[in-house]
Every structure is written in C-alpha cells, then in structure tokens.
C-alpha cells in the first residue's frame, strides 16, 4: 500500500471537461504552464529518479486539469513503466475512464486511480462540478475498475460547506456501491484557484473539530482506511487522534527536513496565539486565507499539556 509515500507530481495538461468551483489549479496558480511532449516528460521523470535514487520504488502521480483529456496517455504510462518506475498514479475525475481507456491504461501500468468523487448524491456532485448529466457516467466508470486485480482505487472527495453533512450517508453508499473500495482520501479544500475565489465554500476548524472524530469513528467501523484525514489542517485540530497516523504530514513530520521544505511551500501563516503552543515549530500552520475569514476562531493552541 502506497497512500502515504508523497508522490511526484506531474501536470499533463491545462485542459478539463469540468468546472470544479473549487479547483485549486488554474491558469492563475500556474502561469508559466506549457504541456510536454512525452520526451519532455520522460526526462522530466528520469531527473526525479536520479535525485531519488536512494529511494526503493519512486511513485509518480499524473495529473492535470484532466489527464484522460490527453490523447496519448496511455503511451506515456508505458514509457515510464520502461524507467522502471513500478507505481504509477493517475488523478481523475473519472468522467471519461470509460472500460475501453481504463483497460488501455491497466496494460500500460497504471497501478492507481485517485479519483475525485465529491458526493453520493447527483445534484450536489454535479453542481459542485459544473457539469450536467455526468453522475451516472462517473459511477458506472468506478465501478468497472472493480473487474481489475492489482490496482488500488482511491476516492478523493473534497469536503467544503456543501458536502459535510453528508460524510456519514457517502460512506454507507460507498460500502454498498463500490465495495471493492477500501481508501478515502479527505482533502479540506484549500483555498486556491478557484476555492479561493469562492472561499465561502472553507468550514470552519469549529465544524471540523466537533464533526471529523466521529466521522472518522464510523468510516473505520465500515472497515474504510481513511488517509490524510488532517490533510492542511493545523497540528490543533488533529491533535493525539488515533487516526493521525494515516495523515501523509505527520508522517512526514517525522523528517525535520521535510516540514521545513513544505512550510516554504504553502500560504500558511502563524498568528499570535500560535507563539504560546508548544507544537508551534512542528504545525504546518494554517492557511492566511483561512485566518482572514474566520479570524482567529476555534483555534486551540496547544499550551496547557
Ligand atoms: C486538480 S485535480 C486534477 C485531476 C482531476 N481533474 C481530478 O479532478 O481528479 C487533482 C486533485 O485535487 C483535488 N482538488 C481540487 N481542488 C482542490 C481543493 N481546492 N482543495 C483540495 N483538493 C482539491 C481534486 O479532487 C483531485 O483529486
Ligand atoms: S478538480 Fe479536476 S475535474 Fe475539477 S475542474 Fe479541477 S481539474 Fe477539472
């Protein structure tokens, strides 16, 4: 199982059949984005194994806007197969992986659908993808990866305002519909591209913090392994749960140098509270936007312990 190696990223395009109100990747967040050809990409690929090379098995993730919007997909998973790259990754949002291009693409040797399905329910998906009549299509499209041994299918719903409060019906119609599936992904929306421009849409850590443990409670009774449950969340609101374990971040804390490399990465500030709380230089912190909208608000530092 390799939910919690962090992947290498690589963007196949700038086009998407979808109009997510909470994209994180736009031509704002990218704008010096120019699409590969598969030469590029392969030497792109054959950088990260040279800088990995004390790393057992590279993971590398293809994604996009919508990757299966390309047309030579499928030839560019077999080149990276012939690096030797042994775990492939392709982020969908599964509308066109229909059985002829998820066949194609299991020969080619993707080993990985991380696949964006929001919610369970049509009008809540497809309004939250701008996309009409495409509900049917994705579910019947997940479902046919259940024919495929050896390959893990992941979902990925991003959880804002406007699908929350179903977390407990979602995990009963994924038991019952795709019960070949056993991870999900939480991704708090984080408020880029998109999301930022509609940042009405971000929970407040007060919500997260009453609702996710019994969340998460119910989703291990179903027998679900949920990864990254705390994914972006400041060190506060996850706090000695049982289930942080599973969160990509906290296992990565556990390389100083790493934590270090991802906090030059993001948007995240501290506030003053923060100065107090013992976790102060181990929390990845919480997101600038986050603290505009809601102030300082539910969060808890970490002072008393
Ligand atoms: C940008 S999408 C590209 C791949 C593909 N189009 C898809 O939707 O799966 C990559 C992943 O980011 C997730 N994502 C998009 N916007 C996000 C946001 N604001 N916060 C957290 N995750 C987000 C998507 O659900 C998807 O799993
Ligand atoms: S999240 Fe994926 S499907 Fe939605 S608009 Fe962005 S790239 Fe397209």
Redesign the pocket.
């Known amino acids: 199982m390799t939910n919690n190696i962090r992947s290498h990223l690589i963007r196949l395009n700038m086009l998407?059949n979808?109009k997510?109100s909470?994209?994180?990747?736009t031509i704002d967040t990218e704008p010096n984005y120019k699409e590969k050809s598969i030469l590029e990409i392969l030497l792109d690929v054959n950088k990260i194994i040279i800088i990995e090379w004390w790393v057992e098995n590279v993971k590398i993730t293809l994604?996009?806007?919508?990757?299966t919007l390309r047309k030579d997909l499928d030839k560019i998973v077999l080149w990276i197969k012939k690096l030797w790259v042994k775990y492939i990754e392709l982020?969908?949002?599964a509308s066109l992986l229909n059985e002829k291009l998820a066949s194609k693409l299991i020969d080619s040797w993707v080993s990985k659908f991380?696949?964006?399905f929001?919610s369970h329910k049509k009008e809540i998906f497809e309004d939250y993808v701008w996309l009409k009549w495409i509900f049917d299509t994705v579910i019947k499209n997940i479902k046919n990866l259940w024919n495929y041994k050896n390959i893990e299918v992941i979902l990925?719903p991003?959880i804002s305002k406007k699908n929350y409060k179903d977390l407990k019906e979602y995990f009963d119609f994924i038991k019952q519909n795709f019960p070949f599936i056993k991870y999900i992904s939480l991704?708090?929306?984080?408020?880029?591209?998109?999301?930022k421009k509609n940042i009405d849409l971000m929970l407040d850590y007060e919500i997260i913090n009453k609702e996710l443990t019994w969340i998460l409670d119910y989703a291990y009774s179903l027998w679900f392994v949920v990864n990254n449950p705390y994914c972006w969340l400041p060190v506060c609101i996850m706090w000695r749960d049982k289930y942080s374990k599973n969160c990509i971040e906290i296992i990565e804390w556990k390389s100083i140098i790493n934590s270090w490399k991802r906090r030059e990465d993001n948007n995240k500030i501290y506030i003053e509270e923060c100065n107090k709380c013992i976790y102060k230089w181990l929390c990845s912190w919480i997101w600038k936007e986050y603290v505009e909208l809601y102030w300082s608000k539910w969060i808890n530092c970490i002072k008393n312990y």
Do not use: D, L, Y
């Not at 994604?63 to 990757?67: F, I, T």
């Open positions: 998407c979808e997510c909470f994209c994180n990747v994604s996009g806007w919508e990757p982020q969908t949002n991380f696949i964006s929001h990925n991003v991704s708090f929306i984080q408020p880029h591209g998109e999301a």
